[in-house]
């Protein structure tokens, strides 16, 4: 029986705009933004309710269609049945797929709100405006969008770009000091795999949490730009996005096993980079003084070094849930040396369950 092929090839370059500034979220073209008389519906975090009515009073002057949904999603909530209570609210109000949704929070809500506007419609263009240090220097650029699972971190998840991301540094003017801590576990991971300048920056001087500044801009800066360097070469992490995962193998695992949202993001990120630099020095010699100079960061910025007591076997099965895994095992990312990220396979076991003890109680 004769067979012949027809094949799809999509052309989708896709774009993201990355916007930063400090105190411009007033200024910036919104409408140029928003395709013509498409509708928006904003989703905001309630605790920054203040940005997202700016927002809506902004676009209203412009006759923009906006509806605003205020909400609270914590970590342990990062999950599908909050999804579909979004998916309901867009049912009710008869959402039509050249509708704008634009995310305003930290990490969790452009993550749940992103997967949301990957999926409604089978897609809806989306804006990202972080409000809190993870989400500005990492979370909410890149297109990752996701929700927990019983099984694992962001197991439920796409790869949605948001058409633009609008960083203003100034609304971390009055963000809690535990969100500054939630954010720098990743500041330091990308410090470690970019190496210089970012490296630099941090030796050079670390000021304290909670106090946005001129150093603190630039970081975000730096990092912000760094990330959408990565994406921009490999968007579908086939090989170099997954540098950006560095700590993430035993991160993920450690905010699973203890439950979502007992430990941050950023903690359970300074804990999983401890393992992975300890990992590095066996794998690939990694010179010593870069673990040395990470446990100095976060001792710096108060991250914890040492988890909760925890089975390492039960750990170990939860990190085999990774993203990174494939049928022949997991993928690590380790470091041959501070801003040389390289991919391992088949890592042993027992040199795994070792390492694992450095962030041991
Ligand atoms: O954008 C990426 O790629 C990253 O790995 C960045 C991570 O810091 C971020 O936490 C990401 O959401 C984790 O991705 P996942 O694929 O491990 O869920």
Redesign the pocket.
Known sequence: MAWHEISIEAQSRAISHVVIGHQTLGGWPWTSWIPKGSPVIIVADERVQPVAQSIQTRLGAEDVKTLLWTVTIPEQDKNLQTVNTLYQRMGESQVTRDTVVIAVGGGVLTDLVGYVAATYLRGLRWIAIPTTLLAQV??AI?G?V?VNTAFG??LVGAFHLPSIVGIDTAVLETLPLREWQAGVG?VLKSALIAGPPLSDALSSELPPLGTMNDWWAAVIGETAAL?ARIVSEDLY?RNT?MF??FG?TVA?ALENYFGYGTLT?GEAVGLGTLVALDLSEKVLNMPRWVEEQARTWMARWTLPSRAPAFDSQKLMGIMAQD?KARAFGLQWVLLADIGKPQVVTSVPTDVVLDSLQVIQP
Do not use: V
Request: proline share 0%; net charge positive.
């Open positions: 990492d979370a890149g990752k996701a971190k962001n990743e990330k992490e996005r950006l995962n993430h993920h993001h993203k």
